[in-house]
Structure formats: structure tokens, C-alpha cells
């Protein structure tokens, strides 16, 4: 039977940058965390035995900051899933080949208890999805391509991507989220701490040019607490970091957690958004929140992704074959009054589990035929039916950490 989506009106989407499930959320696995489902999150605790006999074994993180930032082009994350030494052993592998006299061993660090507090506080108030994958086993763009529109028409990440998108593919062959939901009738606002992602594509500058004195489409991150608290929101908004790769962003320390970006701006930048998050009761009772990264970045993670194809579009620039699996597991945790505090989801999602999501509550019952045949689940899946019924209380804000 559906599930009864008609509570839900606002849908907030954060995507971060290059970090795994193990190296970020896999601690709260271990006995130690004090989370309700340490038990069942397949986290540190299974990774410690996964590599235990592995030269560099997990251990807690030494520095907020890696530098240089570990390679995670296809060819690089075929190496650390399809290792010689066996199946999610060559992460420390791929990093040596293209650094081999820095410490290799920092890709195998994790965050422990304490570390980060706030998405730690996050996924204590939300639901921790324990197998979201990347969609593909390749870098940035591809996999926020698949995120914004269900496909990709590229499978690696050009130089200057931030700034210039029109030689990347032909813009009338990709599609975004942002162009769905304008045929659905639906609203959309990008909140955005620099350039925002997808300014590079010819009509996203022309919107964004056009937009600049009205803010209907983009606003700067500083009006999002405000917007919140005034209910001044569109249905699907899109809040952003500030990019590490962002060519504007001068000496600004980025807020995206893409190394060599340190750990603690993405911090601060999630600080904002769980303050906006609760600013506004009302606005709080009828929202669905997901926060959750691109791609792994090629830290490590023990889980094997799993047999999920995804072809190349037809007439796509990719320089590769199909991929045949999804990419790395990703964290990813709900925040929202139609989840369980301190919950977990098991089954397998990617990015294009948002889009199923989104063309159930907005579209004529699915995104598109490509998105519904990928073998993922749909992100309503996460969500407690007994909460998303119209005469269940809803659980109060979260109490600010």
C-alpha cells in the first residue's frame, strides 16, 4: 500500500562532498557510541574485523584536514573496490599510487565518538541510513548528475566543472531536477554559501543572473534561519556549502568537507541548517530533511557495493564502460517529525532514492522511467508510516545541541 505523503510539504536537500559511511558516521556502531542501534549499524565494529590482518587497519582520525585530497576518479575507486588483496582492500593502495611519500594510512581514519558534533547530533535525532550508496563508483559530478536528474552524461569530473559546464555535455541532453519540477508546477529555491553547484550550465547562470534582485530561485545561506522562521519556503529547497573546489572562493574556508577542506567548517555550515531546521514549529511538523554526501572521496568503507548496472545514456561522453555496481556507501541521515529519533534504515538506497521520493509526493507517481528501474529503494521507504498518518502526533522540534 502507498505511503500517505500528504503531511509533507517542504523537502530539504543537503548534499555534501567526498567522505565514506565508515570514516564519518561508522562509529556510532561501536559499543562505546550510545546509540539505540549501535548494535545493528553495519559500522567500525564490523570494519575493524574486516581489516584486521590489512597493513593500515582503521584507526581515529589524526588531523581534521587531509591533504592532498585522495584521488576518486573511476579509475581510482576500481582499484580500491576490486583490490589484489581482496574486495574493499585498496584504498590505501590507490592513495599511494599518486602520493607515495605522504602517510597513506590517513584515507583508513574514522571520526570517533565526540568528534564531530553536530551531524553527530543529527543522527541522533534522525534516522541513520546505513546502506546509501553513491550511485556510481566515480567522482563529483557524475554522481550529482545522476542525484539532480537520474542519469549522467559524463563519468569523470573536468577541471574548472564549478565554473564552466557548457564543454562538459550538451546542454539540451541533460536534464536536472530544477527543470522537473518547473514542469511540475513545483517551487524551488537554491540556498547557497558560494557558487552554487550548477552554476556553470548555461541556463542555471542565465536564471541565476536573471534572479539576482528578487532571490525567487537563489538566495545567499544567510537568509535561510530567517526564511524558515517566516515560512517563506519554497516546496523543494536546496541548501549549499561552500564548495572547495568554488573558484571564488579566495582565502574563505570551504564548508563542503571536500578535502583538503577541514572537517569543522562542514560543521558549522550544518549548524546552520539544523537551526534552521527548527526555527519554526509549523514549518518543522510538515518537512522531510536528507542530508548526505556525493561520493566517499576514497576513504574507506569495508561494505562492498552492491551488482546495481548503470549504462551509459545514448550519446554520452563517457570514457569508460557501464558501471556494474553502485558507487561507495555514503552517509546519509533523515532528519524529520516522520521519523524515529535515534532510528536506522537498512535497506539499499542512492541518490536517485530521493528523485523516486520526489515523483511520488509531486509528479505523476514517479520521476521517470529511468530513475523507477534502477534497483534502489525509495526514500519514502525511511519515513514511519504510523507518524506520516494525519491524526498521529508528531514528535517537537529537536532541542538545539
Not at 592513495?95 to 565518538?113: F, N, T
Amino acid at each position: 500500500m502507498p505511503k500517505n505523503l500528504s503531511r509533507i510539504q517542504t523537502v530539504v536537500i543537503v548534499m555534501m562532498e567526498n567522505r565514506s559511511f565508515d570514516h564519518l558516521l561508522g562509529y556510532l556502531g561501536l559499543p562505546d557510541s550510545g546509540y539505540p542501534q549501535a548494535a545493528r549499524i553495519e559500522g567500525i565494529q564490523h570494519a575493524n574485523l574486516y581489516y584486521a590482518h590489512a597493513p593500515y587497519p582503521p584507526r581515529p582520525i589524526t588531523s581534521a584536514v587531509i591533504d592532498p585530497d585522495p584521488p576518486h576518479e573511476r579509475e581510482d575507486i576500481a582499484i580500491q573496490i576490486n583490490s589484489l588483496a581482496g574486495p574493499m582492500q585498496g584504498f590505501v593502495e590507490s592513495y599511494r599510487r599518486h602520493y607515495p611519500d605522504r602517510d597513506v594510512g590517513r584515507v583508513m581514519e574514522y571520526c570517533p565518538k565526540g568528534y564531530l558534533n553536530v551531524i553527530d547530533f543529527l543522527a541522533r535525532n534522525g534516522t541513520i541510513c546505513d546502506n546509501w550508496f553513491a550511485c556510481l563508483p566515480a567522482s563529483t559530478l557524475p554522481n550529482r548528475l545522476m542525484a539532480t536528474a537520474g542519469y549522467a552524461m559524463v563519468d569523470h569530473t573536468p577541471d574548472n566543472y564549478l565554473s564552466d559546464l557548457k564543454d562538459t555535455f550538451e546542454e539540451s541532453k541533460q536534464d536536472l531536477l530544477y527543470d522537473w519540477l518547473e514542469r511540475h508546477n513545483r517551487s524551488w529555491r537554491i540556498y547557497h554559501s558560494g557558487s552554487p553547484f550548477f552554476m556553470g550550465v548555461p541556463r542555471m547562470l542565465a536564471r541565476y543572473e536573471s534572479d539576482v534582485a528578487s532571490h525567487n530561485y537563489f538566495r545567499p545561506i544567510e537568509y535561510l534561519i530567517d526564511d524558515f522562521r517566516n515560512d517563506d519556503l519554497p516546496e523543494v529547497v536546496f541548501v549549499e556549502p561552500l564548495y572547495q573546489d568554488d573558484p571564488r572562493r579566495g582565502s574563505v574556508q570551504a564548508t563542503d568537507d571536500h578535502a583538503p577542506a577541514s572537517l569543522y567548517g562542514g560543521q558549522r555550515f550544518l549548524k546552520i541548517v539544523h537551526e534552521a531546521l527548527r526555527a519554526n514549529p509549523s514549518v518543522w511538523e510538515r518537512l522531510v530533511a536528507i542530508i548526505t554526501y556525493d561520493e566517499h572521496g576514497s576513504f574507506f568503507d569495508h561494505v562492498l557495493p552492491p551488482p546495481v548496472p548503470t549504462a551509459p545514456p545514448e550519446g554520452s561522453g563517457w570514457q569508460g564502460a557501464s558501471f556494474e555496481t553502485l558507487g561507495v556507501r555514503v552517509p546519509a541521515i533523515v532528519v524529520s517529525p516522520f521519523v524515529q529519533p535515534g532510528s536506522l534504515f537498512e535497506g539499499v538506497l542512492d541518490h536517485t532514492s530521493i528523485l523516486k521520493f520526489l515523483g511520488n509526493l509531486y509528479g505523476p507517481a514517479s520521476f521517470s522511467a529511468v530513475v523507477d528501474a534502477r534497483q534502489v529503494g525509495n526514500l519514502g521507504d525511511v519515513l514511519d508510516d504510523t507518524l506520516l498518518s494525519e491524526s498521529a502526533p508528531l514528535p517537537g522540534l529537536p532541542p538545539i545541541p
